[in-house]
């Protein structure tokens, strides 16, 4: 309302001037001289305040000149936007210091590197993890002081959607976490982590899990290896003490393929890291597990549908235990026919295992791969399991950057998938 009245205001002084001007040239005999007059004075009063807003937006720091009429209404207008402009500059700049403040005060590393991958920013935590100092290393590109070359080819591949572990190469190495986020116009925020401890606390239980099957392997041999002779010795060949022989040889069994597959868990988690590059055939391999597991389950009818040339990268033995692992459960479980497939699809080399068995209930199918977790303990005693079976397709599906899927309806069956990065067609050839 204040600004209409200052427009209002301003329009009658310029009638009301234009009006003198009239009258006083009409009174000379010559009205549109005083008009013309009084055209003038306006325009050099506009000049003149124009003059004022020119001067004071040269420097806009400064309080804005009293005008008063129009032009002050549009200086009092510029003044007022530059000042919310202003605010949110500074509160954007509070919250920034605020942000730098706390990233500064981590423990972990924080590094900022821009589009064209040279370091914007980094907290003190970076030159203790990585030996990166700020400002001195402001503008230099990251990939020259990280020269990890796992590091390297994480970051120039650029998919962090998974963190990268970097394990240490020799003795007081740290092993480091690291999380890599894009935000701006193709800037990284970059977290690295010490997690020498955890990484330590898994190689000791590695380590001792390994050491303990391994121990326990001999003294069983010999056991077993007793309880065999008994049970093939005259003086035991009565049925009160063929009993208790023959269940002393199922549980040395027992024993004998849980510290297998233990060792087997341990073996693959130790070369988890070490490249696995050999190329290898999925077909062929499948091929090979299913005559093998045709001598052990004679009677049952596996169904194979397989692509050729589906090439892979990876560990022979490693994938061949997957495979089996995957196979022979859908033989324990499910007393009708198995479906196995092989099959290219994009850049993925596709494995499932389908049965029409016992299914599982959806409760229990994310805690299938964890060790020793059954669905029915003495059904899988029963069947000859060791609960190990799922975690080393777990292990060996993450060592291979696999995904594992499993897919199950209490009832009505399984199916277990696989999809691995496949080969390029000119690695094959
Ligand atoms: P196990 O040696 O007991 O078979 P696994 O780790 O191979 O151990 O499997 C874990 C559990 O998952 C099994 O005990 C079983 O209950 C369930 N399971 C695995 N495969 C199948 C399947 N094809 N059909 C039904 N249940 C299955």
């Given at each position: 309302?204040?600004r209409d009245n200052i427009w209002r205001r301003e329009m009658r002084l310029i009638l009301l001037l234009i009006a003198s001007g009239f009258v006083m040239g009409a009174l000379f005999g010559r009205p549109v001289w005083g008009v013309c007059a009084a055209l003038i004075f306006i325009l050099a009063r506009w000049s003149y305040q124009l003059r004022a807003v020119h001067r004071?937006?040269?420097?806009?720091?400064?309080?804005?000149p009293e005008t008063g009429g129009v032009w002050g209404l549009i200086l009092?207008?510029?003044?007022?936007?530059?000042?919310?402009?202003?605010?949110?500059?500074?509160?954007?700049?509070?919250?920034?210091?605020?942000?730098?403040?706390?990233?500064?005060?981590?423990?972990?590393?924080?590094?900022?590197?821009?589009?064209?991958?040279?370091?914007?920013?980094?907290?003190?935590?970076?030159?203790?993890?990585?030996?990166?100092?700020?400002?001195?290393?402001?503008?230099?590109?990251?990939?020259?002081?990280?020269?990890?070359?796992?590091?390297?080819?994480?970051?120039?591949?650029?998919?962090?959607?998974?963190?990268?572990?970097?394990?240490?190469?020799?003795?007081?190495?740290?092993?480091?976490?690291?999380?890599?986020?894009?935000?701006?116009?193709?800037?990284?925020?970059?977290?690295?982590?010490?997690?020498?401890?955890?990484?330590?606390?898994?190689?000791?239980?590695?380590?001792?899990?390994?050491?303990?099957?391994?121990?326990?392997?001999?003294?069983?041999?010999?056991?077993?290896?007793?309880?065999?002779?008994?049970?093939?010795?005259?003086?035991?060949?009565?049925?009160?003490?063929?009993?208790?022989?023959?269940?002393?040889?199922?549980?040395?069994?027992?024993?004998?393929?849980?510290?297998?597959?233990?060792?087997?868990?341990?073996?693959?988690?130790?070369?988890?890291?070490?490249?696995?590059?050999?190329?290898?055939?999925?077909?062929?391999?499948?091929?090979?597990?299913?005559?093998?597991?045709?001598?052990?389950?004679?009677?049952?009818?596996?169904?194979?549908?397989?692509?050729?040339?589906?090439?892979?990268?990876?560990?022979?033995?490693?994938?061949?235990?997957?495979?089996?692992?995957?196979?022979?459960?859908?033989?324990?479980?499910?007393?009708?026919?198995?479906?196995?497939?092989?099959?290219?699809?994009?850049?993925?080399?596709?494995?499932?295992?389908?049965?029409?068995?016992?299914?599982?209930?959806?409760?229990?199918?994310?805690?299938?791969?964890?060790?020793?977790?059954?669905?029915?303990?003495?059904?899988?005693?029963?069947?000859?399991?060791?609960?190990?079976?799922?975690?080393?397709?777990?292990?060996?599906?993450?060592?291979?950057?696999?995904?594992?899927?499993?897919?199950?309806?209490?009832?009505?069956?399984?199916?277990?998938?696989?999809?691995?990065?496949?080969?390029?067609?000119?690695?094959?050839?």
């Amino acid at each position: 309302m204040a600004r209409d009245n200052i427009w209002r205001r301003e329009m009658r002084l310029i009638l009301l001037l234009i009006a003198s001007g009239f009258v006083m040239g009409a009174l000379f005999g010559r009205p549109v001289w005083g008009v013309c007059a009084a055209l003038i004075f306006i325009l050099a009063r506009w000049s003149y305040q124009l003059r004022a807003v020119h001067r004071w937006m040269a420097e806009p720091s400064a309080e804005p000149p009293e005008t008063g009429g129009v032009w002050g209404l549009i200086l009092d207008n510029i003044y007022q936007l530059q000042r919310r402009n202003r605010e949110a500059q500074q509160r954007l700049e509070t919250a920034l210091d605020y942000l730098q403040d706390s990233l500064a005060a981590m423990r972990d590393a924080a590094l900022i590197v821009d589009a064209q991958e040279n370091i914007a920013w980094a907290n003190d935590s970076a030159e203790f993890l990585l030996g990166i100092k700020f400002p001195d290393d402001q503008g230099r590109p990251l990939v020259n002081l990280i020269r990890s070359p796992i590091f390297q080819s994480y970051f120039e591949v650029g998919d962090f959607s998974n963190p990268l572990r970097l394990l240490p190469i020799s003795e007081g190495d740290r092993c480091l976490h690291f999380e890599i986020a894009r935000f701006g116009a193709g800037d990284r925020l970059i977290f690295a982590r010490d997690v020498t401890e955890n990484y330590r606390l898994e190689q000791m239980r590695r380590d001792f899990v390994g050491n303990v099957s391994h121990e326990l392997r001999t003294p069983l041999t010999v056991i077993k290896g007793y309880v065999d002779t008994l049970q093939a010795m005259d003086e035991f060949q009565n049925a009160r003490l063929q009993r208790p022989l023959e269940q002393m040889s199922q549980q040395t069994s027992r024993m004998e393929n849980l510290i297998r597959d233990l060792l087997w868990l341990s073996r693959i988690e130790t070369v988890e890291t070490l490249r696995k590059t050999e190329l290898l055939d999925v077909s062929i391999l499948i091929e090979e597990i299913v005559v093998q597991l045709g001598s052990a389950y004679p009677d049952r009818e596996i169904r194979i549908s397989l692509e050729n040339d589906v090439q892979v990268r990876g560990d022979r033995s490693e994938l061949h235990s997957a495979l089996s692992n995957l196979i022979v459960n859908a033989l324990k479980y499910s007393d009708s026919e198995v479906v196995v497939t092989c099959c290219r699809h994009e850049d993925r080399a596709v494995f499932s295992v389908s049965d029409t068995g016992i299914g599982i209930a959806q409760q229990h199918i994310a805690r299938l791969t964890e060790r020793f977790y059954r669905v029915d303990k003495s059904r899988s005693n029963e069947r000859g399991g060791t609960g190990l079976g799922l975690a080393i397709v777990k292990h060996v599906a993450a060592s291979h950057q696999a995904d594992f899927q499993i897919e199950s309806e209490l009832g009505i069956g399984s199916c277990f998938r696989l999809s691995l990065p496949a080969a390029p067609v000119s690695d094959a050839s």
